[in-house]
């Protein structure tokens, strides 16, 4: 299996200048975690994956914070670095945490608006 596959449904594309790595969150992916989690401010969005991504960042990878900046909106869900290595290891990373149902749960817990 190839990396696009491992990572669907997350896109990671690499450029020159700056590498990308987005979802649309209207595909429903997880949308059941997020309804379980659902408060006024915590609904699915695009935004909403940023700030679980944050939470993942901080407690795994601190040390990339400052590569990886994020261009969200509410149906999209955008993660950008300038070092497509970097962004490289952050998408397989958080798709592996996102296949774990379980951890995924933990880190909806721990985000804060």
């Known amino acids: 299996m190839d990396l696009a596959e491992n990572l669907f449904p997350f896109v990671l594309n690499k450029d020159d200048w700056l590498s990308t790595l987005h979802l649309d969150v209207r595909t429903g992916y997880k949308r059941k975690l997020f309804k379980a989690q ?6 699915g969005s695009g935004y909403c994956w940023t700030a679980l991504a944050v939470v993942f960042l901080e407690d795994t990878m601190p040390e990339l914070i400052n590569d990886i900046n994020f261009d969200s909106n509410n149906n999209l869900f955008c993660v950008q670095s300038f070092n497509y290595d970097i962004l490289k290891l952050f ?14 749960k933990y880190y909806l817990t721990e985000v804060k608006f």
Not at 38 to 43: G, H, L, P
Request: aromatic share 16%.
């Open 38 to 43: 659902a408060n006024k401010y915590f609904i």
């Open 91 to 104: 998408a397989i990373s958080f798709k592996a945490a996102c296949n774990n149902d379980t951890l995924l």
